[in-house]
């Protein structure tokens, strides 16, 4: 069992950064791949960012790419999501996930709400 908190989201003007937190509960924590999704008001949740357990490979929405950093922390069992060059449309709630085979995320967190303004 999994559980998993977001945090640091909040209100960026478009250009500034954030980084979201995702603080996970359970000892196998570090043998979960995590990824990161989100979803802007009258729009189906979309894929951000993930990680693999071990941190040694990384995926990026092309919406996000070159933007957005994920990176885990297994002995703080935290992964973390740091934004740049944010814009208006990157304008959503944050969810992080946990998956064991990449097919499924298992476990998800409430969510963090991100808003960018002009």
């Known amino acids: 069992q999994v559980q998993l908190g977001e945090s640091g989201g909040g209100l960026v003007q478009a250009g500034g950064s954030l980084r979201l937190s995702c603080a996970a509960s359970?000892?196998?924590?570090?043998?979960?791949?995590m990824g990161w999704f989100r979803q802007a008001p009258g729009k189906e949740r979309e894929f951000v960012a993930a990680i693999s357990w071990t941190g040694d490979n990384t995926y990026y929405a092309d919406a996000v790419k070159g933007r957005f950093t994920i990176s885990r922390d297994n002995a703080k069992i935290t992964v973390y999501l740091q934004m740049n060059s944010l814009k208006i449309e990157d304008t959503a709630v944050y969810y992080c996930a946990a998956t064991r085979d990449w097919r499924r995320y298992d476990y998800w967190g409430q969510g963090t709400q991100v808003t960018v303004s002009s």
């Open positions: 359970g000892r196998t924590f570090s043998s979960y791949n």
